[in-house]
């Protein structure tokens, strides 16, 4: 009977599919022009005004011991590794069938809710009201923020879930191809309160924040522009996003403060972070270019389905704290097709996070893929299912990197490097288990567990400046199954190879590798069984 049931629904909601696609064939979206009399949607509760803020990641440490100053003659080159296995596959919205009817009513930010477009005029009230009236309509909804014009946005909140359908707009399209252009064809996306519906942001545009923190409230300081549980957002389009970051990056609070033209401001030195998703599910954010962030460009938060793709993300290379792309508590993402160059980590995945993809990522200029930090002030932290594949580094700190602190707990673990390009990156392969900002850390026999990382394809060039390879374990929880096969870094300079740095790392060299990793050793530690209850999943 169960199974016969499963049949029968399962029929009726091919009927309904089809039945569907053959009503949504033909209609034309249309245009609704309102009064600026909108009441907003403030039913949801209220995100958290403060944002957590992961401290910066500028210094590289060493592990207790001496590291070794050998050296190799450089090999021949390796064989080339085999083509990688394809990658999981996430539900995506978008299709290329025939476009359904929008039905969709349009909300101008210019015309019906007296947005001006300058770049000098506060333009927050305006998109605000937009989306909060358009995310209680019903049907499907744009929020219409016209091409051609640049918005001044002060820090807000964009609340879901919403009743409907809700774009965001910058440049008139008729709903047939609106609803392409948003790529929701077809697919549903369930919300977290059993609602089925999309919001699409369409951003053909500039958008820009104060570039001034005097100009910031100062209980807002920590976040720019927030989606807080607008489930099935997606946020995209061949538009530019500025936070105006440089300013923030003067502050003689800042690891690197700028000239004498900045001026001393009170409390602590918190920082807006440009684009924040929060308990936020199925998001995808696609095509856009971000730039000069005063802190992260994108924080995914509490979330679980999230999309990236095809993004442009830059801030100077000295800019701090400004990571490309931070997870955290977050499942379920696909990070692919994006170029970051920037001050800080390229992508970093925080405590929290489980089944990450990174795949077709450039990272330049700044800190490299990083899993970390994690553990600070004795916190538990737990990341898994990790793959980074087919990603380029270059001129960067490090390549891909594993950090955390002493006195943490829980644990990293099924972390997959493949097919990585290093060029002059400085520290190609590098875990550091003894992270710490200042010189002032105490030693702890605590610490996070790494295991069941593995390293194949990794080739290029590194900074003579450390070694190709950099293990730095816990005295007393050490790395366990580590793995590395064909990985060949020379140097940039020179014609020597440094010898890798090991510390209580346990693991082996499938193939040969250059630098040669003799330093690993065999099995695993003889108090495993005991450390074994460390691991998260």
Not at 471 to 489: H, K, R
Request: include cysteine.
């Amino acid at each position: 009977m169960e199974v016969a049931a499963k049949r029968t629904a399962i029929a009726l909601l091919l009927a309904l599919a089809v039945a569907s696609a053959y009503l949504c064939g033909g209609a034309d979206g249309r245009h609704h022009h309102h009064t600026p009399k909108h009441t907003k949607h403030n039913s949801a509760a209220h995100p958290p005004s403060q944002a957590p803020g992961p401290s910066s990641s500028r210094r590289h440490p060493q592990a207790p011991g001496p590291a070794s100053s050998r050296r190799h003659a450089s090999p021949p080159h390796a064989q080339p590794v085999s083509p990688p296995a394809p990658p999981p596959s996430y539900p995506t919205p978008g299709g290329d069938g025939p476009a359904p009817a929008p039905e969709t009513g349009v909300y101008d930010v210019v015309k019906d809710f007296g947005a001006v477009g300058d770049g000098v005029t506060d333009d927050t009230d305006a998109i605000k009201t937009a989306w909060d009236t358009a995310c209680q309509d019903d049907g499907e909804s744009v929020v219409l923020a016209r091409a051609g014009y640049t918005f001044l946005v002060h820090t807000t909140v964009f609340t879901g879930p919403c009743h409907g359908r809700v774009t965001i707009q910058v440049r008139y399209v008729d709903g047939r191809r609106l609803w392409r252009k948003c790529g929701v064809l077809g697919v549903s996306m369930r919300y977290a309160n059993g609602g089925v519906g999309w919001v699409c942001v369409q951003l053909d545009g500039t958008i820009v924040a104060p570039s001034d923190p005097d100009k910031w409230p100062a209980n807002s300081k920590r976040n720019w522009l927030v989606f807080y549980q607008a489930h099935g957002t997606t946020l995209r389009g061949a538009g530019l996003i500025d936070g105006k970051g440089q300013k923030w990056w003067d502050l003689p609070c800042k690891p690197h403060k700028g000239g004498g033209s900045s001026t001393t401001h009170g409390g602590s030195c918190d920082s807006p972070v440009a684009l924040r998703f929060f308990t936020s599910n199925n998001v995808t954010v696609q095509g856009l270019k971000v730039q000069n962030s005063p802190e992260f460009h994108f924080r995914f938060d509490s979330c679980r389905g999230v999309l990236v793709r095809g993004l442009s993300i830059s801030s100077p290379q000295l800019s701090p704290n400004t990571d490309g792309i931070h997870v955290e508590n977050t499942q379920d993402v696909l990070i692919t097709d994006t170029a970051v160059s920037n001050g800080d980590d390229c992508v970093s995945i925080g405590a929290g996070t489980l089944n990450v993809h990174i795949e077709n990522v450039t990272c330049s200029l700044g800190h490299g893929i990083s899993i970390g930090s994690l553990g600070k002030q004795g916190t538990r932290a737990c990341v898994a299912n990790v793959t980074v594949r087919n990603a380029v580094m270059r001129h960067s700190d490090n390549g891909v990197r594993i950090k955390t602190w002493q006195g943490g707990s829980g644990s990293v673990s099924s972390v997959a490097f493949e097919n990585v390009r290093m060029d002059a990156v400085r520290n190609p392969i590098i875990i550091d288990q003894y992270y710490c900002l200042t010189k002032s850390c105490e030693n702890s026999t605590a610490a996070v567990l790494v295991s069941g990382v593995s390293y194949a394809g990794i080739r290029g060039t590194y900074d003579v400046r450390s070694p190709a390879i950099h293990f730095g374990c816990s005295d007393a929880v050490p790395c366990t199954n580590i793995t590395l096969a064909d990985v060949e870094l020379l140097p940039a300079s020179g014609q020597t190879v440094d010898e890798p740095f090991c510390w209580n790392v346990y693991g082996n060299a499938t193939t040969p590798t250059v630098p040669p990793v003799a330093c690993l050793m065999d099995g695993s530690p003889g108090n495993w069984a005991d450390k074994s209850s460390l691991k998260c999943y």
